[in-house]
């Protein structure tokens, strides 16, 4: 009769120990895949690889001297006009493999013309200075702001901010690309928002073949540190 009864005992508990042993292995699974999903997440937000090139979380300064913006104006006759800008300053940040906080200032004094040379050329320049468009002498600077961004694939973002020129702040957006050569970008923006009249069908009706189109184009190279 006692062996009757010890051996049930017994065997509940033999199986007690097996459930538990068992228990163990799983919760022991779950931990260290907890810990490689928590790996995984840090390696793409804090240290993300893109085109071969880490981009860590920081806050990127700009080289001014080694960065550019290029500018190109097109009118109704397919003439195109362009030149270059230079930057005064320009940081932003990366934040979760994400940019943010950034702001950039393009100094309007230096705007230039590449496409003619000589009188053409000096005139095309002062009449890009004067109040026919960016009216450098009362408004010497412009500004680009970044606000957020979302990523696109691998080392490219779709970038949203604000740009500002001539007092007039208007919303952008745009893709902004990481390579091994630097950071680079391209935008269009409306000058006829800004203020910016001259030949604009927006303002002015029947210039035949004089309008100039008012979307204008900026493909900016950066090198940060």
Not at 80 to 97: M, W
Not at 171 to 188: H, N, Q, T, Y
Request: aromatic share 12%; hydrophobic share 35%; glycine share 6%.
């Amino acid at each position: 009769m006692l062996q009757e009864f010890v051996n049930p005992i017994f065997k509940s508990f033999i199986l007690f120990y097996q459930n538990l042993n068992y228990m163990k292995k799983i919760f022991t699974s779950i931990v260290l895949i907890s810990i490689a999903s928590c790996n995984t997440n840090t390696s793409q937000g804090d240290n993300a690889t893109t085109h071969g090139v880490k981009t860590l979380d920081n806050v990127y300064n700009l080289l001014t001297d080694q960065s550019s913006i290029t500018w190109k104006g097109r009118e109704l006759s397919t003439k195109v006009h362009y030149g270059t800008l230079n930057f005064v300053s320009g940081e932003f940040e990366v934040v979760d493999g994400l940019i943010s906080n950034g702001e950039f200032v393009v100094d309007m004094t230096s705007i230039n013309d590449q496409d003619m040379k000589g009188d053409r050329k000096a005139r095309l320049e002062g009449h890009l200075k004067s109040d026919d468009f960016f009216s450098v002498e009362t408004y010497q600077t412009a500004t680009l702001s970044i606000a957020s961004s979302k990523i696109i694939s691998d080392g490219k973002w779709n970038v949203f901010g604000e740009l500002t020129i001539k007092n007039y702040t208007h919303p952008v957006s745009f893709e902004m690309i990481r390579s091994e050569e630097g950071w680079s970008a391209s935008l269009f923006f409306d000058r006829s928002k800004y203020d910016v009249k001259f030949r604009s069908g927006t303002f002015f009706q029947n210039l035949g073949d004089k309008l100039i189109y008012d979307d204008i184009e900026l493909v900016i190279s950066l090198k940060t540190v």
